[in-house]
């Protein structure tokens, strides 16, 4: 469990430090990614779009990443890790500007020693009166 916990930590610290190629490594090169913003992106040139499209929209901001209630089952080469994300976007200063909230599942594989992330999920529940999606939990 401790390989997955420092895979929860380089996600937060590569998504701060806006290190595309450190967060790509991340992933399975055959990455399926069933997004909050998308419907799917389906392998690492895929993903790499996306991610640089996030991270460039920045500017000079920054996304500080926090899970909380993560909760990891681990069987062999496979794991699933499940979590409520919180991205927080940041000032230069460090002051918080904004945040929302959204719920993590990733299916995780061990290739070549490293846990890989293979699958990643993102949602929010849906309020059924106003069919908004709740960013705060």
């Given at each position: 469990?401790n390989d997955?916990?420092?895979l929860?930590?380089?996600?937060k610290n590569?998504?701060?430090?806006?290190?595309?190629e450190?967060?790509?490594?991340?992933f399975?090169?055959n990455v399926?990614v069933?997004d909050?913003?998308?419907?799917k992106?389906?392998g690492l040139?895929?993903w790499r779009e996306?991610?640089?499209?996030?991270?460039?929209?920045?500017?000079a901001?920054?996304d500080?990443v926090?899970?909380?209630?993560?909760?990891?089952?681990?069987?062999g080469?496979?794991?699933?890790?499940?979590a409520f994300?919180r991205?927080a976007a940041?000032?230069?200063k460090?002051?918080?500007?904004?945040f929302?909230?959204?719920?993590?599942?990733?299916?995780?594989?061990k290739?070549g020693g490293a846990?890989?992330i293979?699958h990643e999920?993102?949602?929010?529940p849906?309020?059924g009166?106003?069919?908004?999606v709740?960013?705060?939990r």
């Amino acid at each position: 469990m401790n390989d997955i916990q420092t895979l929860l930590d380089t996600y937060k610290n590569t998504v701060f430090n806006k290190d595309v190629e450190g967060f790509l490594a991340l992933f399975d090169e055959n990455v399926r990614v069933f997004d909050m913003w998308a419907w799917k992106y389906q392998g690492l040139p895929a993903w790499r779009e996306m991610v640089s499209g996030w991270f460039s929209s920045l500017g000079a901001d920054r996304d500080k990443v926090t899970f909380d209630d993560i909760h990891i089952e681990e069987s062999g080469e496979m794991a699933l890790v499940s979590a409520f994300a919180r991205f927080a976007a940041v000032s230069e200063k460090g002051e918080e500007l904004r945040f929302l909230q959204n719920r993590l599942t990733w299916v995780v594989q061990k290739k070549g020693g490293a846990w890989k992330i293979i699958h990643e999920h993102t949602s929010g529940p849906v309020d059924g009166s106003t069919m908004k999606v709740q960013l705060v939990r």
